[in-house]
C-alpha cells in the first residue's frame, strides 16, 4: 500500500503544482489585461472630462467622441456620471445622463443581464437603475421570469419604483421574499411623493418590516401630511410601531398637543418613556415640566438622562435643574441632573 | 526493544498519516467552500452598496472602541483612521488602560481632549474609571483613563461608556480602511438584526506607506518573517473563516476588528478578563447566550473589510504572539469543553468545537510529532523510510500547495499583491515554510499548550510590539 501511495502523492502533488503554475500564469495575464483595461479607462476619462463638463453643465454640443467604444470606455463613462449624479443635483444634468445612457450605454447593460455571472448582472442591474435606463424596463421584465437571485430581484424592484410605482407595488404585494427594513428604506425614498402616500394609507396590509420602514421613510421626509396618520398608529397594538411612530413624529417635529402622549410617560416599555422624553423637546416647557420631572427620576438610565437633555435645552431648563436638585431625594435622578447642566455649561 | 520500536514507529506513523489526511481533507472542504463564495462576488461592484449606506438613515450608529496600553506611537494614527471612516454615525472611545508611558498625554495634547463630568453606567463591573475626556476638536472622540487591568477591562470600560447599540472593537495599533466599518456592519444591517457579531478580515500592514491614518500604498516587506505571516493569514482567511462563518460556526473574529451587537454582548458579560483570549472568549459565550436564548442569531465574518495591523519582525516577539495565542485558544477551549460533541449546542457543539480542538488546538502537537517521526525515521532506515516520505509529501500538500492555492485565490478575488514580482516572490516563499517557519511555529504552539497546562500567564496585560516603525514604512 504504502509503494502505491508515495508515487500517488508525488503525482498527485505534481497535479496540482501544475495546475497552481497555470493558474498563476493565468492571474498574470488577467493582471496585464486589467492594467490595458485601466490603462484606456484613465485615457478616456481623461481626454472626455473636459468635453462631458461641456456637454452636461455648460450646454455645449453633444460631440460624437463621447460615444463610448468597448467596455474600458463604458467604465470611465460610469464613474464620469457616478460623480455628477453624487455631486450635483441638477435635473438638466440627470436629463442629460438618462438620455445618453437610453441610447448609447443600453446595450451593454442588455448584454450584461444574459451573463452566466451573478455579479456582472448585478453591476447592470445598479446602473440601469443609477443611469435611469427605462428603455430597458421589457428586458428587466423578460429578466425577472428567468431563475434569478434574491438580491437581482430587489434590484428589479428598485428599477420598477423608478419606472413603473404600480408594477413595484404589485410586486411587493405578491413578493415572498422579506427583505430588510434598511432595504426597504432604500426602495421607499425613491418612490414619488404620491406612491409613498398611497403605500403608507395601505399600511396595515403590510408586513412588518415593511410597515417599519414605510414609517421610518415618512419620518426622514419630514413632511407635515404624514403627522396624522403617524399619531394615529400611536394606539397600534404593536409597541414596535408605537416607538417608530413616536420616533417619526419627533423627526419632523411638529408637536401641536401635548395630550395624546401624556399616556406614554407612564409606559411600561423604556423605550417608548426615552421618545416621549426626547418629543418633548418640541413643546414648551411649561406644558411638559410635570411629565419631564417624573421621568427625571425614571427606573431607566437613558429615560431619566433624555429627560434631563430635553429640560436643559430649553431656555429656563438650567435653572428648573438646579431647582430640582434642590428640591428632590433621588439621587440617581440628581447626578444626572448635575452631570446635565456641567455639560450644558461646558458646551458654552 | 525491537518489536516495541517497531509497533510505537507504525502505530505514531500511522497515526500522524491519518491525522494529516483529516487534516488535509478537512482544508479542502473549506478551501472549496471559500472559493465558492468568493468566486460569486468577484468583479461586483462595491460602491453601490457604499454609497447608499453613508448615510445614517440606512445604517445603525457604532461605538469604537480603542483600548490602549503602552500605544503612545500607534494610537494617534489609529484615531485619524476612524476619524477618516466613511460612516454616519460613530463615537470613538480611546480607552486609556493605566499606560506608563505618555499615551495618555499623546492623545490629550493631540485631540485636545477636556476632562468632563460624566456618569458611566455599570452594564458591566471593572477597575475603576479616573477620568472621562472630551476632544474639543472632535465632538464624537472620548478618551478615558482607567486603572491597568487588562485589554478586556479596558473594553468593559468603553461598553460602559458607550452609547450606541453596537460596538467595534480596534486594536490601538491598528488602521482601519475608510470604508471597512460600512462594510463589516452590511451583514448586521441586512439581516435586520439577525447577525449580532462580526469580523474583518486582518491583513498585515508592514511595508504599507501611511499618512494620517490611511493606508496609501502596500509592498511586500523585505522581512521574510513577515512575509510568511502574510502567507499565513491568506490561508487561515480562506481555510477557515469563510467556511465556518457560512454555516455559522465562527468561534473566533479577531478582536483587533469585531463588532458586536452591545445588548448581547452585555448579556454574555462582556469580555471575561480572567482569560488570555478574551475575544475567542466573548464569541463562545454569545453562542452559548443565542442557544439558551433559543434565538435565531448569527455571527459572521465578513472577508473585504481590511483592518490593518502591524505583524511581528523578530523571532522572539513573534514566539511571544504565537504562544500567547495557543495558551489562549486552549484555554478558551478547555473552559467550554463541556459544549464539545454537545448536541445541546448544535453545530457549534458537533463541528465547531471538535474541528478547532482538532485542527487547531492538539494540531501542533501531532505534526511536531510528524517532524520529529520523519528524523527518526531516517535514523531507523529500513521501511520507515517510505512512511517519512508519505508523511514529508502530506506536509508538502497541506504547507505548499494549500499556501499558494491561498495567495493565489486571494490575489485573484481581492486583487492584492498587484504586482507581479511580489507574488511570484510569495510563491517562492512557501516552498521554504515547512523547513523553517512551520516547524518554528509548531514549537511554540507547543509551548503555548505548555503554558496552559502548567497554568503560567504572565500577559496580565496587553502590551503589544512593533507599533512604533509604523510611519516609517517598514
Known sequence: ?348 | MKVFLDFCMWFFGGFILFYMLFVIVSYCAMFVIAMLVMRKRYKLDPSEYDDAHTDAFYSKPVSLLVPAYNEEIGVVDTVYSLLNLRYPQTEIIIINDGSTDATLQTVIEHFRMKPVDKIVRTHIPTKQVKQIYESEIYKNCILVDKENGGKADALNVGINVSQYPYFCSIDGDSILDEKSLLRVMKPIILSDGEVIAAGGNIRIANGAKMQLGSVTETHLPNNYLVVMQIIEYARAFLMGRIALSKYNLVLIISGAFSVFSKEWAVEAGGYSTNIIGEDMELVVNIHRLIRKKKEKKRIEFVPDPVCWTEAPQTLGVLRNQRRRWHQGLFESLWKHKTMTLNPKYGLIGLLSFPYFWLVECLGPLVELGGYIYIVVAFFLGEIYYEVAIILLLLFVIYGVIFSIASILFEAWILNTYPKPRELLRMILLTFTEIFWYRPLTLFWRCEGLIRFVLRRSDWGNMKRVGIGEKEKSI
Open chain 1, 1 to 348: 500500500m504504502i509503494e502505491l501511495s508515495i508515487p500517488f502523492l508525488l503525482t498527485f502533488s505534481g497535479v496540482l503544482l501544475v495546475v497552481l503554475f497555470l493558474f498563476t500564469i493565468y492571474i498574470l495575464v488577467q493582471r496585464k489585461r486589467e492594467i490595458r483595461f485601466a490603462e484606456v479607462r484613465d485615457t478616456f476619462l481623461q481626454n472626455s472630462s473636459q468635453h462631458w463638463y461641456n456637454y452636461l453643465i455648460n450646454d455645449e454640443i453633444f460631440s460624437i467622441a463621447l460615444v463610448p467604444r468597448g467596455r474600458a470606455q463604458v467604465a470611465a463613462i460610469e464613474i464620469i456620471f457616478s460623480s455628477y449624479l453624487k455631486n450635483i443635483s441638477n435635473e438638466k444634468v440627470e436629463r442629460k445622463i438618462k438620455e445618453f445612457s437610453n441610447l448609447y450605454l443600453k446595450n451593454f447593460y442588455e448584454k450584461d443581464l444574459s451573463s452566466k455571472r451573478w455579479s456582472i448582472r448585478m453591476n447592470a442591474l445598479y446602473h440601469i437603475a443609477d443611469l435611469q435606463i427605462e428603455d430597458l424596463l421589457e428586458t428587466c421584465l423578460q429578466f425577472e421570469k428567468t431563475k434569478i437571485s434574491e438580491e437581482e430581484y430587489f434590484q428589479l424592484l428598485k428599477i420598477y419604483s423608478l419606472f413603473q410605482p404600480e408594477l413595484f407595488i404589485e410586486k411587493i404585494k405578491e413578493s415572498n421574499i422579506h427583505y430588510s427594513e434598511s432595504e426597504y428604506r432604500r426602495v421607499f425614498v425613491l418612490l414619488e411623493e404620491d406612491v409613498f402616500i398611497r403605500l403608507f394609507e395601505d399600511f396595515n396590509s403590510w408586513t412588518p418590516n415593511i410597515q417599519f420602514a414605510a414609517i421610518d421613510t415618512a419620518a426622514v421626509k419630514r413632511n407635515m401630511q404624514y403627522i396624522d396618520q403617524l399619531k394615529q398608529l400611536l394606539t397600534h397594538e404593536m409597541p414596535e410601531i408605537q416607538i417608530r411612530a413616536l420616533k417619526g413624529l419627533y423627526e419632523i417635529g411638529v408637536i401641536d398637543e401635548v395630550d395624546p402622549y401624556a399616556p406614554f410617560v407612564t409606559s411600561d416599555m423604556w423605550e417608548i418613556r426615552l421618545m416621549v422624553a426626547k418629543i418633548f423637546k418640541h413643546v414648551p416647557l411649561n406644558y411638559t415640566y410635570a411629565y419631564l420631572e417624573q421621568l427625571l427620576q425614571d427606573e431607566n438610565w437613558w429615560v431619566r438622562s433624555q429627560a434631563a437633555k430635553t429640560i436643559a435645552e430649553n431656555r429656563e431648563g438650567i435653572a428648573k435643574l438646579q431647582q430640582f436638585m434642590e428640591s428632590s431625594n433621588d439621587p440617581y435622578a440628581i447626578d444626572m441632573a448635575r452631570e446635565t447642566i456641567v455639560r450644558k455649561r461646558g458646551n458654552k
